[in-house]
């Protein structure tokens, strides 16, 4: 028990810091206001499954002592998020009408993409499985299940994840009508394209 509250103290401090996660909710609620925000925060969760899944079966391993499996998932994970702060500074520098017109546009596809945007910036960052390979055995019980223990840890980390991306998403639509504004519009695409640039480009020159 008093392993599982020193990992929830840990977790919860993980879980506050900024990362790639709280920049993409924050971006996509100001677009397409709580639901697409909340829509992103349900992709990261369920993109949380990979990481579970692979620590939980041993697969993580794989990425430590496999050089081209590890090679692999970071490329894509990188590209990925350099995908993703490409188009955001491209929004930066569009013009009003483009921007407005885009507002404009079906929100159904853009609840999708924030979905899928979500599940793919955790699935496909091998940083996260091996983030979890390092931290987690400090606070298991070699006498108990180890599927079991990473299930329940992982499962609640995420579940920290969730509740505080959802309050992010619920605070930034809120602020939405202020940040869509033409010019701040343009700023938060520029810091939210500029930061994930950064995480991608951090991500391409990681190394195990």
């Excluded at 103290?9 to 971006?27: M, W």
């Excluded at 949380?48 to 692979?54: I, R």
């Excluded at 939405?176 to 939210?192: E, H, I, P």
């Excluded at 991500?203 to 195990?208: D, E, G, V």
Aim: hydrophobic share 55%; charged share 10%.
């Amino acid at each position: 028990m008093n392993s599982y509250l020193a990992f929830c103290a840990a977790a919860l401090a993980v879980t506050l810091a900024p990362g790639p996660d709280t920049f993409l909710v924050i971006g996509n609620a100001v677009k397409n206001g709580a639901r697409g925000g909340l829509a992103t925060v349900a992709g990261i969760t369920s993109g949380g499954v990979v990481p579970m899944a692979l620590f939980a079966g041993g697969l993580a391993q794989l990425l430590v002592y496999s050089a081209a499996a590890f090679l692999v998932v970071k490329t894509l994970g990188a590209l990925y998020l350099l995908w993703i702060g490409a188009n955001a500074l491209r929004g930066a520098f569009a013009p009003a009408r483009d921007i407005d017109a885009a507002a404009a546009g079906s929100v159904q596809p853009s609840l999708r993409r924030a979905y899928w945007q979500g599940v793919l910036t955790n699935a496909l960052n091998p940083k996260i499985a091996l983030f979890y390979l390092a931290f987690l055995p400090q606070f298991m019980d070699p006498a108990q299940p180890v599927a079991l223990q990473s299930v329940l840890l992982i499962g609640t980390h995420y579940a920290m994840g969730l509740a505080w991306l959802s309050l992010v998403a619920l605070a930034a639509a809120r602020l939405g009508g202020w940040l869509s504004r033409g010019r701040v519009r343009r700023w938060l695409d520029g810091v939210v394209g500029a930061v994930m640039l950064g995480f991608g480009i951090r991500l391409a020159f990681a190394t195990k």
